[in-house]
């Protein structure tokens, strides 16, 4: 049974940082590609990240909108996986969900992850 948790959404004006956590249990972190995914009320679930592996290293796919301001990095040792948030805006607030699957990398569509956590709320304020 795997199980994602996240924490370290909360409220923070724009221009400001947030760095989220998502903590993965149950499963070998080091083979399992986690994509980060906000939605607002009454919203399609939009893509922000996904991590790949390549030569044993890991990086990071954006979303356009988030690009340059936001970063995936993982700590395999800690099994967790971190969203690093930078120059905030207004139109990033929105709940933050990971989500997990095995077997490839870079995964854009939410339809394609097998777990999910529960969300974190981020809002900024202008």
């Known amino acids: 049974q795997v199980q994602l948790v996240e924490s370290g959404g909360g409220t923070v004006q724009a221009g400001g940082s947030l760095r989220l956590s998502c903590a993965v249990s149950?499963?070998?972190?080091?083979?399992?590609?986690v994509g980060w995914f906000r939605q607002a009320p009454g919203q399609e679930r939009e893509f922000v990240a996904a991590?790949?592996?390549?030569?044993?290293?890991?990086?990071?796919d954006y979303a356009d909108s988030v690009k340059g301001r936001f970063t995936i990095s993982r700590d395999n040792a800690e099994n967790t996986v971190y969203l690093q948030m930078n120059s905030l805006k207004p139109e990033d607030t929105d709940v933050y969900s990971c989500?997990?699957?095995?077997?490839?990398?870079?995964?854009?569509?939410?339809?394609?992850?097998?777990?999910w956590g529960q969300g974190t709320q981020v809002t900024v304020s202008s």
């Open positions: 989500a997990a699957t095995r077997g490839r990398w870079s995964v854009y569509e939410w339809d394609e992850y097998d777990y």
């Open positions: 149950g499963r070998i972190i080091g083979s399992t590609a």
């Open positions: 991590d790949r592996r390549s030569g044993g290293n890991y990086y990071g």
